[in-house]
């Protein structure tokens, strides 16, 4: 089983409240990423980091930003939470090698009401 | 623009059975076809991957075929089980590229008794 922890699993917050779930790994992976997932559909990219202070946005426009500060540790940031931010939110890393495994946290559901 | 198609969205199998999920990829660019198992509350877990420049690959009871003309690739879960109940998600990704995942859009497979 990989070592990737993400706080808290569970988020119920009020509009327009800051929020940062966390997300850390003790792989030493220096790929990280996070996707944002509705319930029983495909994983969107929403940001991604190769390595310390390296952050890009994914495919799929956020209005989250994401630092990269530790290799072991990528949280990500809402400055001011809405609704549609509701989702479930999964943290990943990749080992290197040949055949490029992305391990992912158990994810972060969040509400905002 | 949907970049890996998955079908079907949702498959009943009786234990014992054979199932099959489909995915179809339009960039010719993609070298690595990973499959991931997600079940309820869980972040993905990679089931096992492909490289274009084998036909099929087998761990277990499950299969991947990959057709590098048609661009298809298919999982199949021979004998399957009631704990094989979850969601598979295939997804493709170019390995120069940052190992940044698409993925398909998800198949809901439920084994019954």
């Known amino acids: 089983e990989a070592d990737i922890y993400q706080t808290p699993r569970y988020l119920v917050i009020g509009t327009g409240k800051k929020i940062t779930l966390e997300c850390s790994q003790t792989m030493g992976h220096d790929k990280m990423y996070w996707y944002q997932q509705d319930p029983g559909m495909e994983l969107h990219l929403i940001h991604y980091s190769y390595g310390v202070n390296s952050t890009e946005k994914g495919d799929l426009s956020s209005e989250s930003t994401v630092s990269r500060i530790r290799t072991e540790h990528f949280p990500l940031t809402l400055e001011s939470a809405r609704p549609s931010h509701t989702s479930q939110y999964l943290c990943?890393?990749?080992?290197?090698?040949?055949?490029?495994?992305?391990?992912f946290g158990p994810g972060t559901r969040l509400t905002v009401l | 623009q949907q970049q890996v198609k998955q079908s079907p969205q949702s498959l009943i199998v009786q234990k014992g059975g054979i199932s099959i999920i489909n995915c179809a990829y339009e960039?010719?660019?993609?070298?690595?076809f990973p499959w991931y198992q997600q079940f309820p509350g869980k972040g993905p877990a990679l089931l096992i991957a492909i490289r274009p420049d084998v036909s099929e690959k087998k761990e277990g009871r499950f299969t991947i075929s990959f057709n590098k003309s048609a661009k298809q690739f298919s999982l199949h879960i021979m004998d399957s089980q009631p704990g094989d109940s979850a969601t598979y998600f295939c997804a493709a990704t170019v390995t120069g590229g940052g190992n940044k995942l698409t993925f398909g859009t998800g198949t809901q497979l439920k084994v019954e008794l």
């Open positions: 960039n010719t660019a993609f070298d690595y």
């Open positions: 990943a890393s990749i080992a290197a090698g040949f055949y490029n495994e992305q391990f």
